[in-house]
Every structure is written in structure tokens, then in C-alpha cells.
């Protein structure tokens, strides 16, 4: 499926993707940097109400968050791994394995730790207010 969507609808986007990859554990963001990717996933936490601050773990790799409609939520970002050994040494593989939703920006740095039934996500930039998101 294929969406192309103004920022200003990313809350209604978001719904819709909802819907169809709720059943999903493993949600992998690929899409370029500035494109909307933790811009998304704010709102898809927005969504399950998750009361944390959400923001890119690009330093920490991985946030953790409580949804009182979802549970644990995990968001992590492996934009700084080097490869899927970095991964694991990091703890990739334990979030991975705990049966929550997990959100995960820039998986192509370790794409082989993901299960194949991951709900894969593509977010590319149209022009300053305009994305396609296609999955």
C-alpha cells in the first residue's frame, strides 16, 4: 500500500497504518535522514497515549516506553551500529525477542536480526511538507 501524505496529516496516516500492522511486533522505518521518521513514530505513540517523552534514541539506541493501551514500547535507532554484532552487543537482540512492539529506525545496519515478519515501512520525502509512505 502506498500513501502520499502533507505533515499536517501525519495523524490520520498514522491511523491507517495502524490498522493494518497492529498485528505486528517488529516495526523497521527505512527511510532517509530528516524524513519524517521519529516524526511518525511521536505519533504513533501519541496514538497508543504513551505518557513518556518521545524522542530518537540515536545516542541511548534504545527507549523504552509505557502505553496503557499497548504496554512496553521500544524505540531504537541503529543509525550508530556498525553491524548486527554491534547490534547484539548493545542489547538489540533482547528487544527484539520480548514480544512488544518494537519500533526501529535505520534497520538495514543489522536487517538480519529482524524476523521476517517484520512490518516494514518506507518514508520517502517529496518535497519540504510531502511524503510517501508505502509498506
Excluded at 521500544?74 to 525477542?97: P, Q
Aim: with cysteine; charged share 30%.
Amino acid at each position: 500500500m502506498e500513501i502520499i501524505y502533507s505533515l499536517n496529516e501525519i495523524e490520520s496516516v498514522v491511523k491507517q497504518v495502524w490498522e493494518k500492522g497492529k498485528l505486528h511486533k517488529v516495526w523497521a522505518f527505512y527511510a532517509g535522514m530528516g524524513s519524517g521518521k521519529t516524526t511518525f513514530i511521536h505519533s504513533l505513540c501519541q496514538l497508543l497515549e504513551v505518557e513518556d517523552a518521545v524522542s530518537s534514541p540515536t545516542y541511548a539506541i534504545i527507549n523504552e516506553y509505557k502505553s496503557p493501551i499497548h504496554g512496553k514500547i521500544f524505540h531504537s535507532d541503529w543509525y550508530r551500529l556498525k553491524d548486527e554484532e554491534d547490534a547484539i552487543n548493545v542489547g538489540v537482540e533482547d528487544m527484539l525477542d520480548s514480544k512488544n512492539l518494537c519500533l526501529v529506525e535505520w534497520p538495514e545496519k543489522a536487517e538480519g536480526l529482524l524476523d521476517d515478519d517484520a512490518f516494514k515501512i518506507y518514508i520517502e520525502v517529496i518535497n519540504e511538507n510531502t511524503r510517501k509512505l508505502s509498506f
